[in-house]
């Protein structure tokens, strides 16, 4: 499917909900399985998330999960400490390309049972649940943070618990935080000091007390808003909710990046509102070793406004759905765009103008989508495959209407 979107102008207020975080989702939805006690409100619509839930209840003997890497990463945990299971986990040509041997070696240190059907290192993998007798596990810390999260969520099911000694310096930190803020939420002591992270068992993780935790909403999903304040005129707001101003989410971190873009962000209640304030065209030099998800959303904002922008810490996105970095370099070039990319970062230098109607390709990548529309507010441009939006955010062409998108 192509989506035509008209050189649009949003309404001078807008008011977006968007549904619960698919990273919080996820990990809930594990915790969950582990723990029925708990029951969750505004969780994900996201492809992932449906992913997640269907596989958790399946009894079947090959579960195939797609594009869903955050779900290939945490099932395998999950099934490792099954006992009594037998399953294959599969997923999509792209998934096959996607390394997961980081993992599976930490889960053999904890005493997993784990076959490649394939290659050696990527999925297909048969998985044979057993009790993991084991609690110490090292890896490095530079790896996707799923790996980590993955470990630590099935700690309080362990025995003894899990000690995790990280080597270097660690990635995507909030994303960690994350989990092992959700695991103290349902009662489980989960201590991050220095490089060495312990999950202890207690009383409550066997039979926590039952309780309903909201998930908040996705910030990674903001960001493509924050993108459209930013290319809109000064004066233009645009709430979204619902958002906590002590958010677990690494991506809450665009109210402090996007100030620089001249958009302020103010907490009322659980909504947020963007308003583009000033208009400011300085440089944007960016580390985005704790926020990776959202390094396509910033170029195009940069680009969208003629800007430089030069952004590391990108090394995670070599793994995603595609080389991000590669399609970003690709598709920023069609539209006009000086640009250079290595392995961990990106630069891009001031454009003066953006070719018009040019088709993005999106790689099966639903960042690359909801990154590149922001700039329909510039130049009409043309979105392919524009239904891979629904792995995270499947209302947000509707949503991009609502708002004074003219969408096609």
């Known amino acids: 499917m192509q989506v035509h979107l008209q ?10 909900d968007i549904s619960g975080s698919k990273s919080e989702t996820n990990r809930l939805l594990l915790l969950q399985a582990l723990f029925p006690e708990i029951t969750l ?3 994900s619509n996201s492809d992932d998330s449906e992913v997640m839930i269907k596989a958790l209840k399946s009894k079947e003997a090959v579960i195939d999960i797609h594009h869903a890497g955050t779900a290939m990463r945490f099932l395998t945990a999950y099934f490792a400490c099954a006992k009594g299971t037998q399953v294959t986990l599969t997923g999509s040509a792209r998934m096959k390309e996607r390394p997961i041997k980081i993992l599976v070696d930490a889960l053999r240190q904890l005493g997993a049972q784990i076959e490649y059907i394939e290659n050696e290192g990527f999925p297909p993998m048969k998985i044979t649940g057993k009790k993991l007798t084991q609690s110490k596990v090292s890896l490095k810390a530079n790896v ?3 790996y ?7 700690a309080p099911k362990l025995e003894k618990g899990i000690e995790i000694s990280l080597e270097g310096e660690i990635t995507s930190i909030p994303y960690i935080k994350m989990t092992l803020g959700l695991l103290e939420e349902i009662g489980v002591k989960a ?6 992270i312990t999950v202890t068992p207690t009383p409550n993780t066997q039979h926590p007390i039952p309780q309903k935790i909201t998930v908040e909403s996705d ?3 903001a960001s493509y808003f924050y993108s459209i304040a930013a290319l809109s005129p000064i004066g233009t707001e645009i709430s979204l909710s619902s958002y906590k101003n002590n958010s677990l989410q690494g991506d809450s971190a665009l109210v402090a990046i996007y100030r620089e873009f001249g958009v302020t962000t103010n907490f009322n209640k659980n909504t947020i509102v963007l308003t583009k304030q000033t208009q400011n065209l300085t440089p944007k030099t960016q580390n985005l070793n704790n926020t990776p998800d959202i390094a396509q959303t910033i170029a195009v904002t940069c680009f969208g406004l003629g800007i430089a922008c030069h952004l590391t810490g990108l090394h995670t996105l070599k793994i995603k759905e595609t080389d991000r970095l590669e399609a970003l370099k690709t598709e ?9 990319v290595t392995n961990d970062s990106l630069t891009l230098k001031p454009s003066e103008n953006i070719n018009s109607n040019v088709a993005i390709a999106t790689y099966n990548d639903h960042r690359m989508a909801m990154a590149f529309a922001p700039l329909a507010l510039k130049v009409p441009i043309v979105i392919e495959n524009a239904e891979v939006v629904s792995k995270s955010y499947p209302d947000f062409w509707n949503d991009l209407e609502n708002i004074g998108f003219i969408v096609n």
């Open 7 to 16: 050189l649009s102008q949003i309404n001078p207020k807008s008011v977006i």
């Open 41 to 43: 409100d505004n969780t």
């Open 144 to 146: 996707s943070s799923q």
């Open 148 to 154: 980590i999260s993955a470990l630590l969520l099935i």
């Open 191 to 196: 201590i991050l000091s220095g490089n060495q």
């Open 219 to 221: 910030w990674s999903s």
């Open 332 to 340: 920023l070039r069609k539209l006009g765009a000086n640009i250079s």
